[in-house]
């Protein structure tokens, strides 16, 4: 949580990544650490039903990967509108480190 009493020197910030990964090897030209975002459509429990990575840049295999890691351990908080749960669309940060 950011306070501000100017709001010219506000500057919004994320607190970390959702998931480190580390890795034995990243691809070719890539610099540790790698920061991908995912949308992550979960269902009215907050389970994932489907990923898709978001940042560009780092290829298919760290989409792929990071997929992979989010529907085995990510545990959403339940979303609701008006009383009852609902699925929807989450953003999850992960950094891979090598």
């Not at 950011?2 to 480190?20: I, M, R, Y």
């Not at 540790?32 to 994932?48: E, F, I, N, Q």
């Not at 290829?59 to 890691?69: I, S, T, V």
Request: aromatic content about 8%; hydrophobic content about 35%.
């Amino acid at each position: 949580m950011n306070w501000a009493l100017d709001p010219d020197n506000w500057s919004q910030s994320e607190v970390g990544p959702d998931f480190e990964v580390s890795l034995n090897k990243l691809s070719e030209g890539v610099t540790s650490p790698v920061s991908v975002k995912y949308a992550v459509l979960v269902d009215a429990s907050g389970k994932p039903l489907d990923c898709r990575a978001i940042t560009t840049g780092h290829g298919n295999a760290l989409g792929d990967l990071g997929c992979a890691k989010i529907k085995q351990d990510y545990h959403q908080l339940v979303a609701l509108a008006p009383g009852s749960p609902v699925s929807g669309v989450r953003t999850t940060w992960i950094s891979f480190t090598k």
